[in-house]
C-alpha cells in the first residue's frame, strides 16, 4: 500500500501568514492526491482534488501542486478558521490511504 | 439538502459486534458508491471498505476483511458497516463517505464507537 508521509507534523503559524505543508508519497500516484481539513469533532472536508482542484465552495487561498511522490498544500493568507488538521488522501493505489495529518496552529 | 447522517455513539463489550448506519438526502443514493473509514484516538484516517450504493457489490480493506460487512437498503437510502470481535483497538470514530467523482466529497458526522469491558 502507498504510504504517505506528511511534514511538518505541527505547523504555528499567525493570521495572514501563509502556510505550506507537504505530502510526500511512497510511490508514484501521478495527480491521484486529494486533501482534506477536519476541525475537532467534526469530519473531514474535501478541499483540493487531483492535487490542484478546489472543491465547490473552497476559497481561491487554498491551493495545490505536485504530481507524482511530492505535494504541497498552501493556503496563501491564513484566516483564523484555517487552524484545524489537514490530512492528504490517495486514490490510485489499492486501499486508499491518508497521511499522518498536519496540524496548523496560532502561533 | 445533500447530508449523511449517521447513527449514535455505541459502547460495546470486548468480542461483541457492532452496527453503524448511514442515511443519505437531497441526492441518488445508488448513483454513488458509499466508503467507510475509521479514526482511531491520535490515528491517522484509516479506509475500511466500500458498497456499490446500485448495485450492492463490496470490497474491503485486507485488514477488516473478515471482520466487516457493508450493506445497504436502497429503499431507505442507509448504507451500514457491521464489524465483529470487537477488541479496545476497534474503539474510533467511524465515518462513511460518499465517493463524489473520485473523491470523498460528503462525510457523514461519524459515530463514535468505545470497545470497552
Known amino acids: 500500500e502507498v504510504v504517505l508521509t506528511q511534514s511538518p507534523a505541527t505547523l504555528s503559524l499567525s493570521p495572514g501568514e501563509r502556510a505550506a505543508l507537504s505530502c510526500r508519497a511512497s510511490?508514484?500516484?501521478?495527480?491521484?492526491l486529494a486533501w482534506f481539513q477536519q476541525k475537532t469533532g467534526q469530519a473531514p472536508r474535501l478541499l483540493i482534488y487531483d492535487a490542484s482542484n478546489r472543491a465547490t465552495g473552497i476559497p481561491a487561498r487554498f491551493s495545490g501542486s505536485g504530481s507524482g511522490t511530492d505535494f504541497t498544500f498552501t493556503i496563501s493568507s491564513l484566516e483564523p478558521e484555517d487552524f484545524a488538521v489537514y490530512y492528504c488522501q490517495q486514490r490510485i493505489n489499492w486501499p486508499p490511504t491518508f497521511g499522518q495529518g498536519t496540524k496548523l496552529e496560532i502561533k | 439538502q445533500v447530508q449523511l447522517v449517521q447513527s449514535g455513539a455505541e459502547v460495546k463489550k470486548p468480542g461483541a459486534s457492532v452496527k453503524v448506519s448511514c442515511k443519505a438526502s437531497?441526492?441518488?443514493?445508488?448513483?454513488?458508491?458509499m466508503h467507510w473509514v475509521r479514526q482511531a484516538p491520535g490515528q491517522r484516517l484509516e479506509w475500511m471498505g466500500w458498497?456499490?450504493?446500485?448495485?450492492?457489490?463490496?470490497r474491503y480493506s485486507q485488514k477488516f476483511q473478515d471482520r466487516v460487512t457493508i450493506t445497504r437498503d436502497t429503499s431507505a437510502s442507509t448504507a451500514y458497516m457491521a464489524l465483529s470481535s470487537l477488541t479496545s483497538d476497534d474503539t474510533a470514530v467511524y465515518y462513511c463517505a460518499r465517493l463524489g467523482t473520485g473523491y470523498y466529497d460528503l462525510w457523514g458526522q461519524g459515530t463514535l464507537v468505545i470497545v470497552s469491558s
Open positions: 458498497i456499490n450504493a446500485g448495485y450492492g457489490n463490496t
Open positions: 437531497g441526492y441518488t443514493f445508488s448513483g454513488h458508491a
Open positions: 510511490q508514484g500516484i501521478s495527480s491521484n
